[in-house]
């Protein structure tokens, strides 16, 4: 935009000294019928309406996928990346309203990967027989309810992982709400064996 004015500057400064320069080497008023507002105005047109055209472009790219993002729910699944590492991979679940995104995004994590994803190698640390027993909202917060099937099996890695999975999901999906986590109904402070401490509500920098 800057580099569009400074050229704009210049063109007309060089058109003035090109007109005063013909009338005084011609004899004759060259600048008569020069319209400064018309050439202004033409020039102006000609070099900013691609500009505006791409502006308005960009605008109406953004406000749809906003739309998109309004529609969709984000769920955190696992897939291997190169060699042994893995890596959160990202599910959008469509939804019908900003209001299903955080119950759609909690029954999303609980199915885990479709069919189709697990033969793109996503898969969850989640326990399967993990229930989704209850969501509770208010105007500042949700509070999840699930089984206590969800500390069932795995090590120390997996449980990190899978309460990641779900902190990560919850915290996306409430759009700025605190997330609370119950297991069996009552608040949980720590998840498994290995004592996962859970600080309420709910936060990524797990400790």
């Keep these: 935009m800057i580099k569009g004015i400074f050229l704009f500057l210049i063109i007309c400064i060089i058109t003035l000294g090109a007109a005063f320069f013909v009338k005084d080497k011609l004899g ?3 600048l008569e019928n020069f319209d400064i507002d018309k050439f202004t105005g ?6 900013f309406r691609n500009n505006g055209k791409d502006i308005v472009k960009k605008l109406e790219k953004e406000k749809q996928l906003s739309e998109e993002d309004e529609n969709q729910a984000q769920v955190y699944f696992l897939k291997l990346a190169d060699g042994d590492n893995v890596k959160f ?4 679940k469509e939804v019908k309203s900003e209001s299903d995104k955080f119950r759609a995004a ?10 189709i994803e697990k033969i793109a ?3 969850s640390e989640i326990p399967p027989e993990t229930k989704l027993l209850g969501i509770k909202e208010d105007a500042n917060s949700y509070t999840i309810n699930i ?28 759009n ?9 109904g009552k608040r949980a402070e720590y998840i498994g064996g290995e004592g996962i401490m859970i600080l309420q509500p709910l936060q990524r920098n797990l400790k």
Excluded: C, W
């Design 28 to 30: 004759f008023d060259a």
């Design 42 to 47: 033409a020039l102006t047109h000609e070099n």
């Design 89 to 92: 991979s990202t599910a959008k």
């Design 106 to 115: 909690m029954e999303a994590l609980f199915s885990g990967p479709s069919g």
């Design 121 to 123: 190698g996503v898969y």
């Design 147 to 174: 089984s206590d099937d969800f500390e069932m099996g795995g090590g120390a890695d997996s449980m990190k992982v899978r309460v990641n999975q779900l902190i990560t999901t919850a915290t996306q999906a409430a």
């Design 176 to 184: 700025g709400k605190d997330v609370y986590l119950e297991i069996n």
